[in-house]
Structures are given as C-alpha cells and as structure tokens.
C-alpha cells in the first residue's frame, strides 16, 4: 500500500510540475494602421512680380519653400504660358530648390504659376498666376495686358433683368486703353460694343439663359490683348 501511495504523489508532483511552466501565449501587436499622405502646402510666387517688365533675360524665377506634414522631401512644378487658361505652354520645369533661371522669347506677355509635389507623387494646387512682359530688342510699344474678369464671377448666377460686366486691365506703357465687348447666348459670343473706353458695360438678361462674354482691350499704338470667354448664368 505504501508504494502505491508514493507513485501516486510522484505522479501528481510532476503533473502541476507541468502545468505551472507552460509559455505564456505572445499577443501580436495589431498591424500598424496606414498613415494617409498629405499634399505640400502651395508655393508663394516672390519674382518676377504680376504686371512686371522685365529688362533681365535669361530672368530668375523665385518663390517661397513649401513644407510638408509628413516631411516628404519637395519639389516644384514651374509653368509659363502665353495665355491665362495655360492651353499654350512655353515652357515647364521642375527643380528641387526655390529659384530656376529660364531664357525668354523677347517682347512677349507671359503668365506663370507654380506647384510643389512630395516625394510619393503628391502635387498640391497650383499658386495664383502672375503674368509679366519680356523685354524686347527695338520695341517702342507692348500690348495692353490680357483682361481680368471682375463680375459676373464665372459660372455664377445672376437674379433681375439687367448686370453690370467689369474687368480690369492694364497697360505697361501707360497708353489708353479701349474694349470691344462682346456678349451673347452663343459661343464665341458676338460683338456688342466697339471702342468702350470704360471697364464696365450694363447688359440686359432673360430668366433662365446661359450668357457668353469676352473683352478685347487695345491701346492708342495699335496693340491688342483678346481675354479668355467668361460665363454666367440668369
């Protein structure tokens, strides 16, 4: 009877022996949650300044660095065209630093802009434009500056039977300046005022009616800037 007693307490010695030194189970951390990249913040334009005549070329072009919240390293997207909606691209560049030095065709109007993109290929939108004027060899005048719509905002919607259209332009010589007005239902809109010499032109509307327009501005020496179609709705 003793030694039946003695196996049995080996028995259950080695038993809780076993049960006491298992592994405690490793928890896995959860799989890290992915971190949702964010654009650069947009560029700000310092030269060459809107409504400039430049008298450099080659001209430097800088602006101001952007910062990124995940601190991507950034890079910068410069674009000039001849015509403010960017359809006529002269030149595009990108560089990684705040300056970039570019030759221009003389005795031209030009707009720029400019974008910054991290490095996982996230742009941010695209700074205001600027435009300026290239100096060029023997030129006595330069065209009037391309207008710049004022009201109606594009797209808007106008209430009551009448509005006032308003743009602005400008003139690096300080010629007079005068605007052919055109204005319509159609697209291109037909003329409406030859030779106006204000910025501004009072059109009558009908409820419901989608309306073009567009100004031509021209100065006292024969030069002419057409501006971009602009709508609105009544």
Known sequence: MKKIFIIFMILAIQSCSKSGGDEP???QDPDPVDVENT???IPSKVFPTDGLLCTENPLEFRWDSSTDKEGDAISYEVEMSQDNAFNNIIEKK???GTSTTLALEKGIQVHWRIRSKDSKGEYSNYSSTWNFYSEGEGMVNYLPFSPTLIYPTAFSKIEGSNVVLEWE???VDGDPLSYDIYFGETTPPALLKENSLGSTWEV???P???YYWKITVKDDNGGESIG???VFKS
Request: glycine share 0%.
């Open 39 to 41: 654009a650069p913040t």
């Open 94 to 96: 990108t560089v990684s």
């Open 228 to 230: 971009d179609i602009w």
């Open 25 to 27: 189970d490793i928890v």
């Open 208 to 210: 419901n009616k989608t």
């Open 204 to 206: 009558f509307i009908n």
């Open 169 to 171: 332009s400008s003139d």
